[in-house]
């Protein structure tokens, strides 16, 4: 008798809990930080060419930004740190062992960093990328259909062709990956506890292979394994933009989705994937830097109660303006501490209110003016407007916000 979006979230929700065992997981920190640790480069020596590590976030650096933003009242803190380890942001060779980065200070800050996230009570997260790789030198990556490498370029935005400047990637085979899986799974940190299965968790390929092809409809089965093996190990995983195959075995989304391709075909776009996980997966919005409107995701984020993330670097962010890393050129912590620090002591007390809450509703009583209900009865309203809007209960000021709990407005 209900087949609105908000009825349909809610079965799928049930479905998740009821058929796959899901098991309510909602307490992530409101301000997250994916930081972002070394980086290749390219260098120059009496005129020889080579690449080397340069820091973009040290473990010691990371302890700064972490504290700096502690000293600014953010309170409710967590991290994921990527290129932690071994080749730093991308892979140069195959992951099948973690091995800490001399650049970024090597045993000894590492151990410090552990130390100060034990003892602030910091959640952390380590990213681990087992699929993608630079240099495919032997016969492990995945083919096209005419028998040539699945070459995975990246191109120029103004011009859509392929850069010959930036390094292409390549994707391993299943096999290949189920056996580095396991390699690498013996081989982590005795103080990393919960690791970020990035590219298992939000990647689908085929391969054509004549002697080992598949299809990518096979592709979460082999990932489902992988995820299965780490979470029987006893580590907590957490996902990026992640696929619903790989859900039971998460405990933190980030990065997860808030809008569509805007083709033409859509009206409006709908936050099916925060209606149906809020409560039950913790889940963060996508990184401020990367908004196409200023303080669309911000506004995303409070609709549905979703945690707040923030791309952070501690230096060198200009030496990505050349890179496949270009994304991170306004990464700066300095750019948006103040930023998070304002948006914490704002949100928080909504935040708080719908931790471990699902989605009861969720509609459009104006125009760009969204309403949630949560289970507990609060109520949310949104204007994404750039003026103000009267509605029954009040006036809610442009690219502002409401909510009521016990039916007082705040």
Do not use: C
Not at 33 to 59: C, H, Q, R
Not at 138 to 148: I, Q, W
Not at 155 to 173: C, E, H
Not at 245 to 257: D, M, R
């Amino acid at each position: 008798d209900k087949s609105d979006y908000s009825a349909l979230a809610s079965v799928y929700r049930d479905y998740l809990i009821n058929e796959k065992g899901i098991k309510k997981n909602d307490n992530l920190a409101l301000v997250n930080i994916d930081a972002y640790g070394a980086l290749e480069v390219a260098a120059n020596f009496m005129g020889f060419k080579y690449t080397k590590l340069i820091p973009m976030t040290s473990y010691e650096d990371l302890t700064k930004i972490l504290g700096s933003l502690k000293d600014d009242g953010v309170d409710s803190l967590s991290f994921r740190y990527i290129g932690w380890q071994n080749d730093g942001i991308t892979n140069k060779k195959q992951l099948t062992k973690s091995k800490l980065i001399g650049a970024l200070g090597g045993k000894k800050d590492w151990k410090k960093l552990q130390s100060y996230v034990d003892e602030n009570n910091i959640a952390a997260a380590y990213d681990v990328d087992l699929i993608t790789y630079r240099s495919s030198f032997l016969n492990n990556s995945v083919s096209t259909a005419f028998n040539k490498k699945a070459v995975q370029y990246a191109y120029q935005r103004s011009t859509y062709t392929k850069s010959y400047t930036i390094d292409p990637q390549y994707l391993l085979l299943h096999d290949k990956l189920q056996k580095n899986a396991k390699s690498y799974l013996g081989s982590i940190n005795d103080s990393v506890k919960n690791i970020s299965l990035s590219t298992i968790t939000n990647t689908l390929y085929s391969n054509f292979k004549d002697d080992n092809s598949y299809h990518r409809s096979d592709f979460p089965e082999f990932a489902a394994k992988i995820l299965k093996s780490y979470k029987d190990a006893g580590y907590e995983i957490s996902g990026d933009n992640a696929n619903a195959y790989t859900f039971p075995y998460l405990s933190v989304i980030y990065n997860a989705p808030t809008s569509s391709s805007s083709n033409t075909l859509f009206d409006r776009d709908v936050m099916f994937y925060q209606m149906a996980l809020k409560g039950v997966i913790s889940l963060t919005s996508a990184p401020r830097q990367t908004e196409d409107r200023s303080g669309d995701e911000y506004l995303k984020a409070v609709e549905v109660g979703s945690a707040l993330l923030f791309n952070g670097v501690y230096e060198n962010a200009t030496e990505v303006r050349k890179l496949r890393e270009q994304y991170l050129y306004g990464a700066d912590y300095k750019l948006w501490k103040d930023e998070a620090a304002k948006q914490y002591k704002e949100y928080a007390p909504l935040y708080k209110s719908v931790q471990g809450k699902t989605v009861v509703s969720n509609s459009e009583v104006a125009s760009n003016v969204m309403r949630t209900v949560f289970e507990n009865g609060v109520t949310v309203t949104v204007n994404y407007n750039h003026n103000d809007v009267k509605l029954g209960t009040g006036t809610i000021k442009a690219r502002s916000y409401e909510f009521t709990k016990g039916g007082t407005a705040k």
